[in-house]
């Protein structure tokens, strides 16, 4: 398996070269960055959670463009009698990057650079964002579920779709 530190994949109908890498820095221009995808994270917040990536919590991944963060994804791995699992988290895109396959080299690239122990990718998306759930069906992932009322988004519940992917 090649290097997970830097690989540059091409992205089509994108004019940058985009470069997808696992996250192995806390510097400041990486918190500042990643403070602008979760405002609602204070930055001493981002540094506990590049922290505690740092220390194998979970894993990180990112697209850059021109040395920027464009799109972020964070992976979970499971422990004991789930360490056959992997779930992904907080794929999130910069609008202006959208639609421009970002999202779809990102997430190929994370599924490249599983543990081979890896047998099943799970993730929740909020029920109503079709344009990741296509994402992820174009992926081979498939719906198995609902978590009603998963999240608080601005006073009002919203629903999660659960997905997996068998390797």
Known sequence: MESL?????????????????????TNL???SELHAFFPHWKKSSVQKKLN?????????????????????ARVFFGKGLHKHRAEITSLVVEPSHRRHHIGMGLMNFIMK????STELVLLAVASKNKPAIHLYKKLGFEKYGVLKKAALVNGKYVD????????
């Open 52 to 72: 505690a990536t740092l220390n194998g919590s979970d894993k990180r991944f990112v697209a850059l463009e021109n040395g920027r963060i464009v799109a972020h």
């Open 5 to 25: 530190d830097e690989k540059k994949l091409p992205v089509l109908g994108n004019t940058l070269e985009t470069e997808f890498k696992e996250l192995s820095d």
């Open 113 to 116: 650079n599983l543990p081979s």
């Open 29 to 31: 221009n990486t918190i």
């Open 160 to 167: 999660n779709s659960l997905m997996k992917k068998k390797l």
